[in-house]
């Protein structure tokens, strides 16, 4: 079992659309949790940092469940500069973040 | 303030050759670690640096080897490249631990 799965996607929606991914991790120990963002051939940039009690940043919002051990991203109003990769992170453990293989989003007019 | 930077952009080796990458961390940063992005894939862990040591190391070769300076700044270093070592090299930094990392541009290395 993968240490964080995500579903791959693609997830294509229309513009002003609400979308949102899931993300599992196997390490219960887990103590952070990041949604990072990856456009083409570019570097992962932080989105957010998601915390115990649910987080927003304007139009998105994390979620996570230790019990199940799962994250969750919501976008809200979706826009064309919203398509990108998501990447799920987990802190596997002194800083070394684990990766999921992301969710590619396209957003379409 | 400069973010991490990462040089250089772009590489190209052939097999068995040696490659250096480098990486300078953001401005009051003392952590450095670096990742391996394959094609299609999220990053994935090699090692990391603090105070000039090797403090943490994921499921990579010995091949793979690493420096960090007194200035923070950091190498990897890749010894006799195969074909599977072209990827997309990033450099991240941080301040502490359990605090978002920050990413450079990163070094695709491409092995013929």
Not at chain 1, 24 to 37: D, H, I, K, L
Request: charged letters at 20%; one cysteine or more.
């Amino acid at each position: 079992r993968k240490e964080v799965e995500q579903d791959p996607g693609p997830f294509n929606v229309p513009e002003g659309a609400t979308v949102a991914f899931n993300c599992t991790y196997s390490n219960s120990a887990s103590q952070s949790f990041f949604w990072y963002r990856q456009d083409c051939r570019k570097e992962p940039k932080l989105l957010m940092s998601v915390y115990s009690s649910g987080n927003e940043d304007g139009r998105f919002t994390a979620q996570l469940n230790r019990a199940s051990q799962y994250i969750s991203l919501l976008i809200r109003d979706s826009k064309l500069s919203d398509s990108a990769t998501y990447l799920c992170v987990v802190n596997g453990g002194a800083d070394k973040l684990i990766f999921g293989t992301g969710t590619r989003l396209q957003v379409f007019p | 303030d400069a973010g991490v930077t990462q040089s250089p952009t772009h590489l190209i080796k052939t097999r068995g050759q040696q490659v250096t990458l480098r990486c300078s961390p953001k401005s009051g940063h003392d952590t450095v670690s670096w990742y391996q992005q394959a094609l299609g894939q999220g990053p994935q862990f090699i090692f990391q640096y603090y105070e000039e040591e090797e403090r943490q190391r994921g499921n990579f070769p010995d091949r793979f080897s690493g420096h960090q300076f007194p200035n923070y700044s950091s190498e990897l270093n890749v010894n006799a490249l195969l074909l599977g070592d072209s990827a997309l090299y990033l450099c991240a930094s941080s301040m502490g631990q359990s605090q978002p990392q920050h990413f450079g541009d990163g070094t695709r290395l491409s092995i013929l």
